[in-house]
């Protein structure tokens, strides 16, 4: 299988008052396509930075980033956001839906920021799949977290991303509805084919992907396959 | 999930637009409130250019109506052989006019008045119309000796058709009451209302006489093909030369409307600073709203747009909703302006027909799309520096707009404001004097708001009660509105502050003095053989005779040797028209007065004999006669040539009220001269007053009667008149500056829903709540209306010292009335935006914190 996201001698540090904070120290490692990752380690680990960069979202002090096969760092911001719109998807610990748009507008923007004519139709297709086609216009204040974060899986497929990006998808969620979330999640990436990324200290949802990086302190601790499998 | 392909062609401007759109949405009612804070600026802005714009186009198109005539040859002299050969050659004047200042009596009660006596002949005027009540006076009137009397004094004196009036020494029944005519406006008729009388008569009244201030006018009808402009070019200076004037009904009604045009470009600059302080409404209010959108911002930038298009995504909703306030800015002026006669009654010259400006239109939509984008521009581009990473939580340092972009879009916002007021004053002094007074204003109260956050941070009075404590916390908790708020509130209490200072330093200049020897009845026009009786009948009354001013008439005749006609044929001469033309009424005396002090030179007050008389000249006529001490004028003083050397230069306070000169002889030279005398006299009271007129009009019906109190009285009725309308300008300022509050306490309403709540689930009382918000208020109130006010007390004592040139007491009533006034509309406000923050209930707000 071919290298979906490649890292290399990554190192970011970020200032703290005075002092220089070092959080990612030489990471270097690679994921394939439709592969399904874990990234997880304790609190301040460097877990969550790391998937920022990964996906686009920051620049490293030194070290590469190849994502879908481009050098992120030959990129400019909108160079970026352009790649993240055609090839990235996105989920988020407090779902990030737009607060002023509702539930079928959220899951369009992905699809209209490509000019897709046909967004809205596509976008009910997603909300059906998740199960919220009859809360189309109910805006996120209305929903529950749990249909947010639905919602915001419709989104983070509907660009049919070749990757898909989490940062703590249940984090915000009771375990219950955490667990249907994390079910919905395999089931639309097993569907899409889609490679995904699972940032999160729950080792339990780790150990649903096919490979787990254990981070500690800004540094590679391990990298195994899932015990699971 | 579909597997349609999809060839990405990016989103364009339409997907924008419905971005905006969708977003904009949820805040439709902050949006309005935005929008709300230019409306009334562009409204007060629209309905003065639009108003200007009717009144100069009436003006315009009924010019020949308000002269009556298509052009006047006038002098204040009989014209001369050659005058009279030109009017001669133009085929002879269709109308005539010879009119002065005079008293008339009303024998019914034996009332007084100064009129203005105007002597018409048939046919005035030639377009327009002689307004009378009723209608058939203005024909009637010519047939026999019959008089029109101006409609407001009868009113005020009780007088009817069919009584009379005594100008001099002729009785005329009056026909009827002018409603108006050509060339009185009713501004100059509160001063000398006019009496018409039959051309004819007027030499049998007596009162041509030594000394008079007549004006001579003859009134032609062109020909429709003459061109006035190039004729009036050829012919002006020809009249000039001779001491006389040709005017154009073209000329008369420019000069007409630059005159109200200086006063509208006044009020436009009050409607400006509505249109101003609504746009520091916006700014901030954008602020706030824009870092709240932020978050969204970065959700939208991870999503794959870019930072082109959500900015743009924004500037559409702020330049939507500009517009959507230059059409209602626009809409309320038009209709504004429909009021504006009735505001301006007294003032105008005409009956007016409002009609839309479509060049005023234009200017309130694009003035409110360009401000608004302008004003919200720098929170606007924080959208360009918010990064997707922020999505994550992950907040390296707050990037905010550079220091170059701020700096550019502040130097647009003055470039701006200097254009626009170069627009409305046409003279760039004044724009960058305007400027810089909004610059130094505004920065000067954001100072204030700012060093009072301070000093309340490192004083804290931490001894105080909870609720004072937290109420002061409150106004510098972070997001607060205290700046805006100070703004707001400041900028209007300033403008009604300065607009009541100015008024008072106004009329300081005109008040009368009260002493003893101070005069506040001038009669003038007393001639040399009448002296003795008028002493004698002013003293007969008990009345001190306190002033014999004589006069003597002369014109310039040379400057350092060059004559008039020399001086006028030279293009390159600075020399003041009115210098070569004016009749100069000059006095005599070895002392100076009250209102006069020397600049320059020495002060002569008596020679004895001397072939070249050393003079004392006032500033004004130094200035525009272009001559310094030392220098020659020659002077035609009725015939007789006279050669002076500038002795002393004189400081004249010409607005105290009383009898002032350009020129002042020494003793010992014009006593021999032909001239007549103005006596001054003191009077307690105006019963006294009334009486004393009554005697001396019919005694001496060619003296003219200036009561200086009564003058006052006018020039004080005027000034309240014209600080109504200004007042009525600067309300607008005050409302924007009150719906810019209402904003500014919308904006923050979460956040003092969520520290309500807060401090109730701790223990606090629904009063203790109450009083920290109404302290806060207070405490805004207190703080911006008193930087106003202080604020306008500096600016007005400079206007006092470098413009006014008087000494500056302020009012109290700023202190008294204003200033609580103020602060308590602002506690009002504040409260009755705060209910919804004091009557939430803890439970539902803290669930939706949790969501």
Known sequence: MAKILNVRHLEKSYGSGSRQLKVLQDISFDVEEKETFAIVGPSGSGKTTLLGLCAGLDQPDSGTIELCGTDLGSLSEDGRALLRNQKVGFIFQDYQLLPTLTALENVSVPLELQGFRGAGKAALELLDKVGLSDRKDHYPSQLSGGEQQRVALARAFSNNPAILFADEPTGNLDETTGEKVVDLLFELNREAGTTLIIVSHDLELAAKTQRILRLKGGKILELERSPAL | ?851
């Not at chain 2, 209010?285 to 930038?301: D, G, P, W």
């Not at chain 2, 007390?793 to 000494?807: I, M, N, P, R």
Request: aromatic share 10%; proline share 4%.
């Open chain 2, 1 to 851: 999930m579909s597997k349609v392909n999809r060839t990405p062609s990016g989103a364009g401007l339409n997907w924008l637009f419905t971005m905006a759109v969708r977003d904009g949405r949820a805040s439709v009612s902050k949006l309005f409130l935005f929008m709300a804070s230019i409306i009334l600026g562009i409204a007060a802005v629209v309905a003065i250019q639009s108003f200007s714009d009717s009144l100069k186009a009436n003006i315009s198109s009924q010019s020949r109506a308000l002269m009556g005539a298509d052009y006047i040859i006038d002098s204040n002299h009989p014209p001369n052989e050659k005058v009279q050969g030109i009017i001669d050659s133009l085929g002879g004047a269709q109308g005539q006019e010879i009119n002065f200042a005079s008293m008339a009596l009303f024998p019914k009660n034996g009332s007084t008045k100064l009129v203005r006596v105007r002597g018409l002949t048939d046919g005035f005027p030639f377009y327009g119309e002689l307004e009378t009540e009723p209608a058939g006076a203005a024909a009637q009137f010519r047939q026999g000796q019959a008089a029109l009397v101006d409609a407001t004094i009868m009113l005020q004196y009780g007088i009817q058709p069919g009584d009379s009036v005594k100008v001099g020494e002729l009785i005329f029944p009056i026909a009827g009451a002018i409603k108006s005519m050509p060339g009185s406006s009713a501004l100059s008729s509160t001063v000398a209302p006019p009496v018409v009388v039959p051309y004819r008569f007027i030499e049998s009244t007596g009162l041509i006489q030594q000394g008079s201030r007549i004006d001579y006018e003859y009134y032609f009808v062109a020909d429709p093909s003459l061109d006035l402009e190039k004729f009036s070019k050829k012919l002006d200076p020809v009249l000039d030369a001779e001491g006389a004037d040709l005017d154009t009904h073209l000329e008369a009604s420019r000069g007409l409307g630059r005159r109200y045009e200086n006063f509208g470009r006044f009020l436009n600059l009050v409607a400006f600073i509505a249109l101003l302080l609504g746009c520091v409404g916006i700014a901030s209010s954008i602020h706030i709203y824009m870092k709240e959108k932020l978050a969204a911002v970065a959700v939208l930038k991870c999503l794959g747009a870019s930072r082109r298009q959500t900015f743009l995504i924004f500037l559409i909703q702020i330049a939507f909703m500009g517009l959507a306030g230059g059409v209602i800015g626009t809409a309320t002026g038009l209709l504004l302006q429909q009021y504006f006669p009735v505001l301006l009654k007294g003032f105008l010259p005409l009956a007016m027909e409002v009609h839309v400006s479509t060049r005023a239109a234009l200017m309130g939509l694009v003035l409110g799309l360009v401000m608004s984008v302008l004003f919200a521009l720098l929170p606007l581009l924080g959208t360009l520096y918010v990064s997707p990473l922020e999505v994550l939580r992950i907040q390296e340092g707050k990037r905010t707009a550079s220091g170059k972009a701020t700096l550019g879009v502040v130097l647009a916002i003055v470039i701006l404001i200097f254009l626009f007021s170069l627009f409305l004053l046409d003279n760039w002094r004044f724009a960058l004097g305007f400027v810089l007074a909004v610059v130094i204003t505004f920065t000067a109260l954001a100072g204030i708001a700012w060093l009072f956050m301070r000093g309340i941070k490192k004083y804290f009075p931490a001894h105080w009660g909870f609720c004072s404590r937290q109420s002061l916390l409150n106004l510098f908790r972070p997001r607060n509105q205290t700046m805006t708020m100070v703004l707001a509130i400041g900028v209007g209490t300033f403008l009604i502050s300065t607009l009541y200072f100015t008024k008072d330093m106004l009329l300081s200049k005109a008040v009368i003095s009260d002493t003893a020897d101070s005069p506040n009845i001038i009669l003038l026009d007393v001639q040399t053989d009448q002296q003795q009786e008028m002493a004698g009948a002013i003293r007969n009354r008990a009345l001190p005779v306190l002033g014999n001013i004589p006069i003597v008439t002369m014109r310039v005749q040379a400057i350092n040797g060059r004559t008039i006609a020399e001086i006028r044929k030279d293009t390159t001469s600075h020399v003041g028209r009115w210098v070569m033309n004016h009749e100069f009424r000059v006095t005599y005396r070895d002392t100076l007065i009250d209102s006069e002090s020397i600049a320059e030179g020495e002060w002569i007050g008596r020679v004895s004999k001397s072939d070249t008389v050393p003079i004392s000249v006032a500033e004004n006529f130094a200035r525009d006669a272009r001559v310094k001490t030392g220098d020659l004028v020659a002077f035609n003083v009725q015939g007789v040539l006279m050669n002076t050397r500038i002795a002393s230069i004189r400081e004249v306070d010409w607005g105290r009220m009383q009898l002032n000169f350009s020129i002042v002889f020494p003793e010992g030279v014009l006593e021999k001269a032909p001239q007549f005398h103005v006596f001054t006299t003191k009077v307690p009271d105006e019963k006294s007053s009334a009486a004393l007129q009554q005697v001396l009009v019919r005694q001496f019906p060619n003296v003219s009667i200036i009561d200086l109190r009564q003058m006052l009285t006018l020039v004080e009725g005027i000034l309240d008149k014209i600080s109504w309308v200004i007042n009525f300008m600067a309300f607008f300022s005050i409302v924007t500056g009150v719906i810019v509050l209402i904003g500014a306490v919308r904006t923050s309403k979460y956040q003092r829903i969520r520290e309500s709540v807060l401090l109730r689930t701790l223990g606090a009382r629904g009063r203790q709540i109450l009083t920290i918000t109404a302290l806060e208020y207070l405490f805004l109130g207190f703080l911006g209306s008193l930087a106003g006010i202080l604020l306008s007390l500096a600016g007005s004592q400079l206007l006092a010292g470098f413009v006014f040139e008087t000494a500056f007491v302020p009012s109290y009533v700023p202190f008294l009335v204003i200033f609580p006034a103020i602060a308590l509309m602002v506690l009002l406000i504040g409260l009755g935006n705060s209910r919804s923050v004091l009557n939430s209930p803890p439970l539902e707000v803290l669930r939706k914190e949790v969501g």
